[in-house]
């Protein structure tokens, strides 16, 4: 089996297609409309609810002073992605 963790509209186009099949979303509630049918981890015994993840990625090499003009750059908007973002796992869990 082949696996993945990722955001819905990562895969949204595979899943219209029948290329991928979600087993399950780890968000509190079901997602709306057209995905309402996919369980949670909740639903199915795991007691997991993650929020998206975000990174900035740059080349290999860059310098202090970029890093820096980059890193300045993107302070205002850490808030924005960091709420309701937060990753919990009350329990411990396995995938088999």
């Known amino acids: ?30 997602l709306p409309g057209e995905f309402s049918n996919i369980l949670t ?8 609810v993650a929020g998206n993840w975000r990174g900035l990625d740059v080349p290999k090499g860059i310098s202090g002073e970029e890093s820096a003009r980059w890193s300045n750059a993107v302070q205002p908007v850490i808030p924005l992605f960091l709420m309701g973002s937060a990753c919990r796992i009350t329990r411990p869990f396995s995938v088999s």
Do not use: K, N, W
Not at 8 to 28: A, P, Q
């Open 1 to 30: 089996m082949q696996a993945v963790i990722g955001d819905v509209s990562e895969v949204v186009g595979f899943i219209r297609s029948g290329d991928v099949r979600v087993l399950l979303v780890l968000t509190e509630d079901r």
């Open 41 to 48: 981890a909740g639903e199915q015994g795991v007691d997991v």
